[in-house]
């Protein structure tokens, strides 16, 4: 039950043709004929050398990490990617990633294993975190200037994407964002999963541009990653505190949410109503203005089950069916009820990471809906991101 964007862009005509702008022929053709050996004479922009993404890939490789984190009982809960960023052993990763650990194992690319000492410097707001191993020497990656960018802009992605270690793809900037918080992003479309947060976003110098962060479940290559601008004020850090010391009751095992509070989505930008109960979890959608006065209602009650919340997501909703898809509410516009069927929905969702900062899980979803049967098409598991308001 997401909902995708697509955006159009203006382009420009090219400009007309003057008419009577040939009037001597012999002097014309010349012109054509010293225009053609110009051309000829000049580097072609269009044929500029590609960059070799394989020495890029090999020059960074090794200063990315995977980071495996662990539970009090040592058990693994998580998998993310992270960059060193000090010779001494300083690795930029997510907050998400490490935010919950009581231990961590860092993982370098010739097979070495390094234990995590203790996180020196987090930022939730901006889902960044500085790890710290006990390395001497270690390969290195530097951070470019993400104020400098473009859109257009070539760019690489390394990381740990379902726990494959080392997995490189590349794309281009595809757009530069900012939040409702004024927190700012960069839009790519290289590839990324689950396991890639944390690790770098390259330009063809090698430089560090961006951590990547999230990606949206609807739509084709809508990934995000925070601007390396970002990280210097938390190098600037340097005592190391202990996982354990800073792991809040917020791992899988033991929810922190007191009280309710609202949280948006990150892949559909609806808000929701979230509050804990002893081992529930109960999540409300603020419904949009056109619906308020209604009776749609979307809620999930979850219930603890090993280290994940599993539990059904139950809606009534009204859909038309001469228009788009849940176009009553996804436009937010009033319309008459001839074609509008109200349908009651069960589906299964699941919350397998909670924190402070965010709650990670899937949902089935589905991409079609036969509005007068009230029968959705087949149903996919999803996964969605959720973050304080």
Known sequence: ML????????????????????KNPILTATSCITLLITLAASPARTQQTPPNLSD???SSVDAVVLIVVNDENGKSIAEGSGFIISPDGKIVTNHHVVGGAHSATVKLNNGAFFP???????????DLAIIKVPGKNLPTLTLANSDKISVGDHVLAIGSPLGLENSATDGIISALREDSKGRSWIQTTAPSSHGNSGGPLLLMDGKVVGVLTWKASEGEN???????????PLLAESTVRPLGSTAKPDSPASPMLVGEKVWTSLTTGRDYKIRTDGDYIYVEWILPAALQSTAAFTRVELKKSGDKWIGKARSLLPYEYKSSY?????????????????????????????????IEGQAQNFASFDAKKCKPGKLEWKPFTWIPK
Request: hydrophobic share 45%; glycine share 6%.
């Open 116 to 126: 995590v000492e203790g996180i020196v410097a987090d930022d939730p707001d901006h």
């Open 56 to 58: 890029l890939v090999k």
């Open 3 to 22: 909902l995708s964007t697509s955006y159009v862009f203006p382009f420009v005509a090219a400009s007309d043709l003057r008419e009577g702008a040939v």
């Open 222 to 232: 809508l990934n995000f990653a925070v601007p390396s601008k970002s990280i210097p």
């Open 326 to 358: 849940f176009d009553f509410w996804k436009t937010g516009q009033t319309m008459g009820t001839a074609n509008v069927n109200w349908c009651r929905l069960e589906v299964d969702l699941e919350i397998d990471k909670l924190s402070d900062a965010r």
